[in-house]
């Protein structure tokens, strides 16, 4: 399979904390996404990384990207009861199609 | 539209009918995807349009699925004599190119009975 793996595959945290989240894929990628679900809905985009990139920043959200180890990771600071959420990774595919992991469900406890 | 818009939003069908599903993404998006989730699963890549040709229909499950697209725009996907097993979440997306941030519909809830 080429698809982005998420873990821990389920997260649960006390509002305030930090919560981290991993992405492993398997080919080379020209960019990797990350998206957040919540009920099982659409699903909103958080951040693209291209592959030249090492880290970028939005907000609350860190996102870092070590494609040596073909690897990303998600950080959400200061977490709150809204953060409850599905999370996953998407990698561009033979530079067509998205291939998604099965994602991290993260729950934030107030 | 402002977003990508998909309907119907909940369709529930017997077992060996035939539905449409339905996805008009945002103007101007050349791009065009659907995917697959099943209740508390990940998203399962069904097929990927650019423009009106379908260069990637790996994903499709079964010949009883197919899609198209016309005038670069509204996307339809079909699955016909439906099963159990295809009830899901069916989600479509669009993008301005292939690589590029792509934007979800809020997904189509088929449950076949």
């Known amino acids: 399979s080429q698809q982005g793996e998420e873990d821990p595959q389920a997260l649960s945290i006390q509002e305030g904390e930090n919560a981290t989240m991993n992405c492993s894929y398997k080919t080379s990628i020209n960019n990797l996404q990350w998206y957040r679900q919540n009920s099982g809905r659409g699903l909103v985009h958080l951040i693209l990384i291209r592959s030249n990139e090492r880290e970028k920043h939005s907000g609350r959200l860190r996102v870092t990207l070590d494609t040596s180890k073909k690897s990303s990771s998600l950080l959400i600071t200061a977490s709150r009861a809204a953060d409850t959420a599905s999370y996953f990774c998407a990698t561009l595919y033979y530079g067509q199609n998205f291939v998604f992991g099965p994602g991290t469900r993260l729950s934030v406890l107030p | 539209g402002a977003g990508v818009s998909q309907s119907p939003s909940n369709k529930v069908t017997e077992k060996g009918k035939d539905v449409e599903l339905r996805c008009d993404p945002i103007?101007?998006?050349?791009?065009l995807y659907w995917y697959r989730q099943s209740l508390g699963q990940g998203l399962e890549f069904l097929i990927y349009f650019q423009g009106n040709s379908a260069p990637d229909k790996s994903g499709l499950p079964s010949d009883r699925f197919s899609a198209e697209r016309t005038g670069g725009s509204v996307s339809t996907l079909t699955i016909q004599r439906t099963q159990q097993e295809d009830s899901a979440v069916y989600l479509c997306?669009?993008?301005?190119?292939?690589?590029?941030?792509?934007?979800f519909g809020e997904g189509s809830w088929l449950t076949v009975v």
């Open positions: 997306a669009s993008s301005t190119g292939a690589g590029n941030t792509i934007y």
């Open positions: 103007s101007g998006h050349t791009a």
